[in-house]
């Protein structure tokens, strides 16, 4: 299949699911966060993840049905509230729930794309993501909410992506560590910039804030504990909570790159995308990204959905209808294996 470009390729949480169909435990999604949480093995993370499960069920008396942004989304509002209006009557520590959780969140993402090599975490690629990824081409886009490093890790070459640039204006140019390995291992020695955008809309484990943009950290796989403890490393993301400040940089900038480069693509792929009721924000940006579209007749050429559940690219559909014409082609696929070998 010949794609027509400039395209915007859009990733969630099934994405890398679907890219690592073998890694075990897998990486997460938002219902089985919990569940996979538990499975964890080393580096201090069962003892953190054990205190977190403690602290989910304390509040609902149950794990199995919970998922991860309802659970944050309580734990964050109900730290707003108790930061103003106190009780005398033994006030829990909302935002040492949440700390731990985000702590948890950064380690569970980590432990489930990387594997095990002589007491370290090694990053994983997809061979799923790397095809889709060879048909990009010079000013098309990456877009996703995922704070993993699997779309990085699985760019083959230094030709059209690398992290000179790649992530656009919001990242501070300072080398890093992971940057000069992952360049030496792409035989990307000239200092080439990148040719397309990875937009990370939700931030990265790789990612630090430095003044009001990002700095690549150095080691971002690393997973330390103290005295039996886990320790927690500060990472630049926006947690799965109703507060997400997308309005100060760096992720206005982001953003905004974000939208100006759905209005203008002229192919769509989603994959592994749920368009989740309770992500407004995202729901918000691609309504007003298909208005304008709409406004001005600039329609999507061709539309691709790749997710396994029916509903999920029925939704994503009839989200985009108005954006699409007689003309406009859709394709469906079961998942990013199907997409990748179409």
């Given amino acids: 299949m010949k794609l027509t470009h400039p395209v915007v390729l859009l990733l969630g949480a099934g994405a890398t699911r679907g890219g690592l169909q073998t890694q075990s435990p897998p990486p997460p999604v938002d219902m089985d966060f919990f569940e996979i949480a538990g499975q964890i093995k080393g580096h201090g993370t069962p003892k953190l993840a054990h205190t977190v499960l403690e602290d989910v069920w304390k509040l609902y008396g149950r794990l199995s049905g919970v998922g991860l942004e309802g659970y944050y989304r309580d734990i964050e509002t109900r730290a707003k509230i108790g930061s103003f209006a106190t009780t005398a009557n033994k006030p829990k520590d ?6 731990r959780l985000e702590e948890l969140i950064r380690r569970v993402i980590i432990h489930t794309t990387c594997k095990e090599q002589t007491g370290h975490l090694k990053p994983r690629n997809s061979i799923f993501h790397a095809n889709i990824l060879s048909k990009l081409k010079k000013d098309d886009s990456i877009l996703t909410f995922n704070y993993d490093l699997l779309i990085e890790e699985s760019f083959k070459a230094a030709d059209i992506w690398t ?9 501070n140019e300072q080398r890093s560590e992971w940057s000069r390995n992952w360049l030496k291992a792409r035989n990307g020695t ?14 990265s484990v790789n990612w630090t804030r430095y003044q009001d943009m990002v700095r690549l950290k150095d080691r971002p796989f690393v997973v330390r504990t103290r005295k039996g403890k886990a320790v927690a490393e500060k990472v630049s993301i926006l947690p799965p909570g109703w507060n997400k400040q997308i309005d100060k940089n760096p992720y206005k ?24 009721e309770t992500d407004l924000l995202a729901k918000a940006l691609f309504a007003e990204v298909v208005r304008t579209r709409k406004a001005r007749k600039h329609y999507v050429k061709e539309l691709h959905l790749a997710d396994p559940n029916d509903a999920v690219k029925q939704k ?27």
């Avoid at 909302?94 to 700390?99: D, L, P, T, Y």
């Avoid at 040719?195 to 931030?203: E, Q, S």
Wanted: net charge positive; aromatic share 8%; glycine share 6%.
């Fill in 94 to 99: 909302w935002q040492k729930r949440q700390a």
């Fill in 163 to 171: 992290p000179i640039g790649g992530y656009g204006k919001a990242t």
């Fill in 190 to 203: 000239n200092n080439p910039r990148a040719k397309i955008r990875l937009l990370k809309l939700h931030g």
């Fill in 253 to 276: 900038q982001l953003w905004k790159a974000a939208r100006l480069r759905l209005e203008q693509c002229k192919t769509l792929i989603i994959v592994g995308y749920s368009l989740p």
């Fill in 316 to 342: 994503l559909i009839e989200m985009f209808v108005p954006a699409l014409n007689a003309q406009s082609k859709v394709f469906r696929y079961r998942d990013i294996k199907e997409l990748a070998s179409a």
